[in-house]
């Protein structure tokens, strides 16, 4: 099938510019492991508590209009946060709390236009399109963030030029983007759908066991990735300062080297993964309808082993260190595209957005949105001293938490992969109980006496 309005939402995830420049910001406010894993923490939280308020407004008003509203408003704070002095540090986290508006509103909304476009396997891979912007604009933050860095000799010019980039995707939202209606490129499009409370959805969605453990997978994921953006390219540059291959950061700027090369990592990886997560989730299709939870599974598992071997080899071989972080991430990256495609075909189009928040509000809640500052924490708690070998150290076994959440991760998308048959054919047969009835005094009306 082909929709009436084909238009790809913009989506650059370009926030991450201030974590290419962690080093500077530590150096600069003279802020511990704890308070700079805060940075994320922070962002994560408003992030993940805006996300039911714009699930429920984009299920009921215009969608288009709300993510415009969201990225100006981005846009304006990222840029402010780049003017806080040194005396502030609290008004740094504030800003990049506020940084969470934005974020919450594309990302709860855009997947459920692109639902109300495209069907089946076309819907797969425009959502892999669109999901190549994580991994994308991640990598990008941190590659513009310390090259700007690096040519301005000031890391506060890292947060001046994404705001520009959120600029353009409001005018491409607002005069390229067409608003679907809801469903209405399905069989029963939306207004043959009768819309439920918020409870009531909220009630189904928990009752729909394929959509509750994919989450609880999907969360483990979000735990990882929060956690490696945050501090892999700082472990790294302590690793190289630990072992004199780089001088350590005493006063700004610092070596961003690590940044950039974890940032061309990152985006590499993440076209990777998300090309082949959809390619073979299509292709296992033909053989097994569990295809995209085993897919899932698979991911989170293989990555495991080779982010434990990044983690262990960082002090030994720096190259080894970078292959194994890209096997990790690349397999690891399988997951977004696929998990956004469950989601939508085991919840009915009226719920998708309250399906999205939902699932974004646990998923961060468990997930990154403590894990950069719980590592964060668990390093100082292990720094013996604070020479550089316990800075590396420390950070290195605080890492290695990660891999065995990857493991639960998998685990819960195997679960995932025994429902996921039912909980379809539940959403595509899905009929309300005040429709049922209807349809039930229509047949008796017409049956014989």
Known sequence: SKPRNSANTPSVCLSLSCLGVLPDIEQYFGINDGKSGLLQTVF???????????????????RKVIMS??????????LASSYMPREYFWL???TRGLVGVGEA???TIAPTIIADLYVKERRTQMLSVFYFAIPVGSGLGYIVGSKVDDMAGDWHWALRVTPALGLVAVVLLLFVVKEPKRGAIEARPEHTLQRTSWLGDMKALCRNPSFVLSTFGFTAVAFVTGSLALWAPAFLFRAAVFTGERPPCIKGPCDTSDSLYFGIITVVSGILGV????EVSRR??????????????????????????AIVFAQASPTATYVFIFLGETFLSMNWAIVADILLYVVVPTRRATAEAFQIVLSHLLGDA???YLIGLVSDSLKQTDSYLWQFRSLQLSLLTCTFVAVGGGAFFLATALFIEKDRQRAANYTPSGERLNLELRLCAWAPD
């Open 44 to 62: 994560i939280c408003s992030y993940m508590f805006l996300a039911p308020v714009f699930g429920y407004l984009g299920d009921r008003y215009n």
């Open 69 to 78: 509203v969201g990225i100006g408003f981005w846009s304006v704070v990222t």
């Open 92 to 94: 740094l986290l504030l």
């Open 105 to 107: 509103s594309y990302s």
């Open 275 to 278: 090309a082949s997560g959809a």
């Open 284 to 309: 296992l299709r033909l053989r097994t309808p569990k295809a995209d939870p085993l897919v899932c599974a698979l991911g989170l598992l293989l990555s495991a082993p080779f982010l434990y071997l």
């Open 370 to 372: 403590g894990s950069p």
